[in-house]
């Protein structure tokens, strides 16, 4: 039984609605962040991420740092790329934007392979860029939070290894992490980044990394020292070690309740098959999508490939504006997020699904929304 008040139904793509549990789990008492519990909790939710990415090589390091997924953005630029390196962003939306934009401020040049709204950039595209240029990074968004597109990852990191093997692939799974595959070393993936408040379903305030052994020999082989302080892993890989290892150390202060939360939703999301959560994830997706389909509206994703499994963003009726539905949608008990794509954000929203409003059926909160979206679209004069 739940103990939260009472409160709209929050179903955007991050943050989510959160398990009791896990909001519980952040009244810990406060605590020493180099005493023996802590360090011993911090490591065990270290060593549970390599089994949320499915990764048992012992040169992968994760990362646990205070910040957002944006934090995550600054680590790979910071220490992967070097000032005058080539990377390769493959645009999907508005994050492919921003990763660029961070990698242009540490002085790396960016090359970006865009594709229509709704689309991806093709493999053929892909390698032909890889063909033209050498790179040192190529980054992909797994599925933007824009537009809900799902990039493929496995078949684009084979072709990565096959036309380009000195590039490293990094994959921003903010908005795909616990709702997306992600297979890290039989997919051989470089570099995740992700946050907290999304598939993972803790509270917003972690940046959250899966670097391979290949991306940390790259980090100790630079050129130059890393142009950041807070972001450098010179600072933060020791202690990533140390804490895995029990071993209590100091580069800057953690937050003990946030690695709390972390730890007992990371212990909920592993107490079941990874398949499990994914397939529901899946099923929960097309019954949304065949929902809107049902109401005459288009998805910004067209292609089914293309389809997120954790959001579904979708046009609305001609003549409808998001400012106009959603205070509807609010006071039927349901938050979706309106559009964010800058040349197309009126006209579409985006609904989130999920962690628990997805693993937990009870909980109703899919049937909530899709009820308070088909009367809220009635009550602004649209007939589906």
């Not at 519980?24 to 991420?49: C, D, K, N, R, W």
């Not at 392979?113 to 790179?135: C, F, N, T, W």
């Amino acid at each position: 039984m739940s103990n939260q008040a009472e409160h709209p139904t929050l179903l955007i793509p991050g943050p989510i609605e959160f398990d009791a549990e896990v909001l519980q789990s952040m009244s810990h008492y406060s605590e020493s962040h180099v005493g023996a519990p802590f360090v011993s909790i911090f490591g065990e939710t270290l060593s549970m991420l390599r089994k949320l990415f499915l990764t048992s090589d012992p040169s992968s390091q994760p990362f646990i740092i205070s910040g957002s997924g944006t934090l995550g953005w600054d680590m790979v630029a910071a220490n992967l790329a070097e000032r005058g390196d080539e990377v390769l962003v493959l645009h999907t939306g508005y994050f492919a934007d921003s990763f660029a934009d961070c990698f242009e401020a540490y002085g790396v040049s960016t090359t970006q392979l865009k594709a229509p709204i709704g689309d991806r950039p093709q493999l053929s595209d892909v390698e032909k860029a890889l063909k033209d240029k050498k790179y040192k990074l190529l980054t992909v968004t797994h599925v933007d939070t824009s537009t809900g597109v799902l990039s493929e990852i496995q078949a684009l990191s084979e072709l990565v290894h096959r036309i380009s093997p000195e590039t490293l692939v990094v994959v921003d799974g903010v908005c795909s992490v616990g709702s997306e595959e992600i297979r890290f070393d039989e997919w051989g993936i470089d570099v995740v980044l992700t946050a907290s408040q999304k598939g993972i379903g803790c509270p917003a305030g972690l940046c959250i990394m899966m670097c391979s052994g290949r991306a940390i020999e790259t980090f100790k082989n630079r050129n130059s020292p890393p142009a950041s302080y807070f972001a450098s892993f010179k600072n933060w890989l020791p202690i990533m070690q140390n804490y895995e290892a029990k071993k209590p150390s100091y580069f800057a202060t953690p937050s003990p309740q946030l690695i709390h939360a972390l730890h007992t939703t990371l212990t909920q999301i592993l107490s079941r098959p990874l398949s499990d959560r994914f397939v529901a994830h899946q099923k929960a997706s097309q019954r949304i999508k065949s929902a809107v389909t049902s109401l005459g509206l288009k998805q910004l994703a067209s292609k089914p490939e293309n389809q997120a499994n954790g959001m579904t963003a979708f046009y609305l009726p001609e003549g409808v504006k998001a400012p106009e539905i959603l205070p509807n949608l609010l006071r039927k008990g349901v938050i979706f997020a309106g559009g964010l794509h800058k040349e197309i954000a009126p006209k579409y929203l985006r609904f989130g699904h999920m962690g628990v409003s997805v693993t937990d059926p009870t909980r109703g909160d899919i049937d909530r929304a899709l009820e308070a979206l088909k009367s809220g679209l009635i009550e602004v004069g649209y007939t589906p």
